[in-house]
């Protein structure tokens, strides 16, 4: 009983500490509980009364090989003792491997990395980097996008969490909407047709020789794991080509297997000419982000000032701990359990659609999806709307809160549940998990109208 007494006030004192001398992530700081966490291991947290939540969300999708890999730990370590930094114009070992071996990775001729320290700084200097190549101001993103949280990168996105900070956002961002297949009311067959119309129309109307770049994720992420129709990024890069414009890929949360290739543009055929990445390549054990660039952009530097730069640019021990993830993936075939598990799992979303009348809609990639719960399965009225308030979150904080009572860590957002776990998932967690989530949506389920 002492020492059960002593955890539990060595929990009380953590979260504490962390309430009163910390500011939490898109919180309202006043009645935060967060989840004391004592220690992390495969697709488990575990807090210091020892309860045990599976991860469903992999953190926030970064950690793709699971918690408390040891051989990430040794791989630091060793680093550590030779060299804990350098400046970004010194050499190292770990910078040239990491860097040859990225090359290998992507296609076609993205040869050159730059280390950055997070997804934003990737997406911001991949847009830097874009209107210093052609000579132009203008970047074209998604509405429902997400691109990180610095001021360049939070205007690229579409994501209502840049509202707060729109009258201080960056400039020559133009956004334009992708048609949501799900509630596209004019039929499948029109569907690619129409949204690249529209893209089309707000290039004419901006002028294609202003545009520097188009940023998209290779996949929808956190605005709803939405679907491209079927083509649409093969157009894209049509468009780009006809245009000379550039095409980004941000692949910070769809890429390193999270969607069962190394890239989410993969399932799709096409080779973009910058890739912005950075969670799956340390898997959240350190921070730190790249930006690949291609040959023939990169060649323009060789005689003149490349104007990017951070203090931490190819930190060393965050470059070993990105090389032994890339080792980790391949070792324990990672991306084949992925692609296996997101059969799997698709099979078992198919029996939980037929239980739940809530549920609308299920959108997966690999192991990056979305339940989305509805009022109305013929209205496909959703459960909380785009940017809902906190009125209207109303059911969806009942379920959230039972899928944490429940003993689950995952993302819940509006009307969406996400199921993105570790890619070290086995079926039976899998089982484990979507019976936690079946019991929770029961709640919305006698919502329904």
Not at 306 to 327: I, W
């Amino acid at each position: 009983m002492i020492a059960e007494a002593e955890t539990q006030s060595l929990a009380n004192e953590i979260i504490s500490n962390s309430l009163e001398y910390t500011l939490f992530s898109w919180s309202k700081q006043g009645g935060l509980n967060p989840i004391a966490v004592e220690h992390a291991n495969g697709v488990y947290l575990y807090d210091y009364d020892g309860k045990r939540y599976i991860d469903f969300s992999s953190g926030l999708m970064n950690v793709n090989i699971g918690h408390g890999n040891q051989r990430v730990t040794d791989a630091v370590v060793k680093q550590m003792q030779k060299a804990a930094y350098v400046t970004p114009g010194c050499a190292t070992e770990v910078r040239g491997l990491l860097g040859k071996r990225l090359a290998e990775i992507c296609p076609g001729d993205l040869n050159k990395a730059f280390f950055t320290i997070c997804g934003a700084t990737s997406n911001e200097n991949a847009m830097k980097l874009a209107r210093i190549y052609t000579g132009r101001h203008k970047i074209l993103a998604r509405y429902q996008s997400y691109h990180g949280a610095t001021y360049g990168a939070i205007s690229a996105g579409g994501d209502p969490r840049r509202h707060p900070v729109d009258s201080q956002q960056a400039p020559n961002i133009i956004h334009f909407d992708i048609p949501d297949g799900y509630r596209y009311e004019h039929g499948e067959e029109n569907l690619l047709k129409d949204a690249i119309h529209s893209l089309d129309r707000i290039i004419a109307f901006e002028g294609p020789g202003t545009i520097a770049a188009i940023l998209l994720e290779g996949e929808s992420g956190s605005s709803g794991c939405l679907k491209y129709p079927k083509g649409y990024l093969k157009a894209v890069r049509e468009i780009c080509n006809k245009h000379g414009i550039l095409l980004i890929m941000d692949e910070v949360m769809s890429g390193f297997g999270r969607t069962g290739q190394w890239f989410g543009f993969q399932n799709h055929g096409i080779v973009p000419d910058l890739i912005s990445m950075a969670k799956g390549l340390t898997c959240g054990y350190l921070p730190f982000g790249c930006l690949m660039v291609s040959d023939k952009i990169a060649e323009k530097f060789n005689d003149q000032v490349l104007p990017l730069g951070l203090t931490y640019s190819a930190h060393p021990v965050s470059c070993a701990a990105a090389l032994e993830v890339l080792k980790i993936y391949e070792d324990d075939k990672l991306f084949e359990n992925c692609r296996n598990m997101e059969n799997y799992l698709n099979s078992e979303m198919e029996k939980m659609k037929a239980k739940h009348p809530s549920i609308g809609d299920w959108r997966n990639t690999g192991l990056l999806g979305c339940i989305e719960l509805v009022k109305n399965r013929k209205t496909k009225e959703p459960m909380a709307p785009f940017n809902a308030s906190a009125s209207e979150m109303a059911v969806m904080n009942k379920v959230a809160a039972k899928i944490l009572e429940l003993g689950m860590y995952t993302f819940v957002r509006w009307g969406y549940i996400f199921i993105a776990p570790p890619l070290t998932i086995t079926k039976e967690q899998i089982d484990e998990g979507l019976n936690i989530i079946s019991e929770a949506i029961s709640i919305a389920d006698a919502s329904i109208t």
